[in-house]
């Protein structure tokens, strides 16, 4: 027996489509601070003079506003929907965090663009690369995160160390705000910070 409404499994079917997608369609970008705050743990009392450079890294894009694209807002098949931004560069945020964690240390503290071959205690951080996600799925935001640098120690003009500092994290949110993604990005650099701080005041702090 034929159908009184041949359309509608094709009218139920566009409603459905449209249903799973609706919270995708209106996704704007979404700005987030990038500030920092040491972390709680105590890495002794150093003194003497370190100098910080940071090398050149991949170029961060902006958008015709000149705001920083730091991430990606995607629905659940990963399809890009928006951006999040930031004012200020991934690379400057990294460096000023180095610095204060330093100067909380103790030592004296600072930034040159290159470092001068006969310097003493020297810090030279490169090939920074950040990147945070944001899935969104009709009941559920999925945040994913990773940041990596290497890092360069020199000792009165030699190279001692090289290393790579890591961190990576996921969440499942029922629905991150800016609020949580500000709070992701901190925690994944103090996270960096306690990796980096100890190797340096292993090799700099008695020298």
Same mark, same amino acid.
């Given at each position: 027996?034929?159908?009184?409404?041949?359309?509608?499994?094709?009218?139920?079917? /566009?409603?459905?489509? #449209? *249903?799973?997608?609706?919270?995708?369609? +209106?996704?704007?970008?979404?700005?987030?601070?990038?500030? &920092? !705050?040491?972390?709680?743990?105590?890495?002794?009392?150093?003194?003497?003079?370190?100098?910080?450079?940071?090398?050149?890294?991949?170029?961060?894009?902006?958008?015709?506003?000149?705001?920083?694209?730091?991430?990606?807002?995607?629905?659940?098949?990963?399809?890009?929907?928006?951006?999040? /931004?930031?004012?200020? #560069? *991934?690379?400057?945020?990294?460096?000023? +965090?180095?610095?204060?964690?330093?100067?909380?240390?103790? &030592? !004296?503290?600072?930034?040159?663009?290159?470092?001068?071959?006969?310097?003493?205690?020297?810090?030279?951080?490169?090939?920074?690369?950040?990147?945070?996600?944001?899935?969104?799925?009709?009941?559920?935001?999925?945040?994913?995160?990773?940041?990596?640098?290497n890092v360069d120690l020199f000792l009165k003009g030699a190279k001692v160390k090289t290393f790579t500092v890591a961190s990576r994290d996921s969440k499942t949110l029922l629905s991150a705000s800016r609020e949580d993604l500000?709070?992701?990005?901190?925690?994944?650099?103090?996270?960096?910070?306690?990796?980096?701080?100890?190797?340096?005041?292993?090799?700099?702090?008695?020298?």
């Amino acid at each position: 027996m034929k159908s009184r409404y041949p359309l509608l499994p094709a009218i139920l079917f /566009l409603c459905l489509v #449209s *249903l799973t997608t609706l919270s995708g369609c +209106a996704t704007v970008d979404q700005k987030i601070a990038l500030n &920092y !705050s040491p972390t709680e743990r105590s890495f002794g009392r150093h003194d003497g003079e370190v100098l910080v450079s940071r090398a050149g890294s991949a170029p961060s894009k902006r958008n015709s506003r000149g705001e920083w694209i730091i991430g990606s807002i995607n629905n659940v098949h990963g399809v890009h929907l928006a951006d999040i /931004l930031a004012d200020r #560069s *991934l690379g400057e945020w990294v460096t000023d +965090a180095l610095l204060l964690e330093l100067k909380h240390a103790g &030592y !004296s503290v600072t930034y040159a663009a290159t470092l001068p071959p006969d310097a003493s205690r020297g810090i030279s951080i490169s090939d920074i690369a950040i990147s945070l996600n944001l899935n969104k799925d009709t009941i559920k935001d999925v945040t994913k995160q990773e940041l990596k640098f290497n890092v360069d120690l020199f000792l009165k003009g030699a190279k001692v160390k090289t290393f790579t500092v890591a961190s990576r994290d996921s969440k499942t949110l029922l629905s991150a705000s800016r609020e949580d993604l500000d709070k992701i990005m901190l925690q994944s650099l103090q996270d960096a910070m306690l990796q980096v701080i100890p190797e340096i005041t292993a090799l700099t702090g008695s020298k």
